[in-house]
């Protein structure tokens, strides 16, 4: 069995910064792609940031140039830094796996998201 467990979230003014954390736990063999997603009230859940096993990055253009994306391969962890947050990234980030390949079976993951606010 795995699961992801996020991290890090909270209230912050706007401005300020953030690091959500993602911890992926389980028979783990390996891991391709981490990342992020976000899901606002009222809206569809969307990409935020995705990061593979070798490091190549995406990042949404909403973020560029205040979000980065990390990762721990050997902890099986993903990192969201979030810097010079505005109220409209308030949402729950949710931290996704894909796909995570264990010795049963091959398939992606979610975790239960944490909540982002911001506040003006």
């Known amino acids: 069995q795995v699961q992801l467990v996020e991290s890090g979230g909270g209230l912050v003014q706007s401005g300020g910064s953030l690091r959500l954390s993602c911890a992926a736990s389980g028979s783990i063999f390996s891991i391709n792609a981490m990342g992020w997603y976000r899901q606002a009230p009222g809206k569809e859940r969307e990409l935020v940031a995705t990061i593979t096993r070798g490091g190549s990055t995406i990042l949404a253009n909403f973020v560029k140039g205040r979000f980065t994306i990390s990762r721990d391969n050997a902890k099986n962890m993903v990192y969201l830094q979030m810097n010079s947050l505005k109220p409209e990234d308030t949402a729950v980030y949710y931290c996704?796996?894909?796909?995570?390949?264990?010795?049963?079976?091959?398939?992606?993951?979610w975790g239960q998201g944490t909540q982002v606010t911001v506040s003006s």
């Open positions: 996704t796996a894909a796909p995570v390949i264990t010795t049963a079976t091959i398939r992606d993951y």
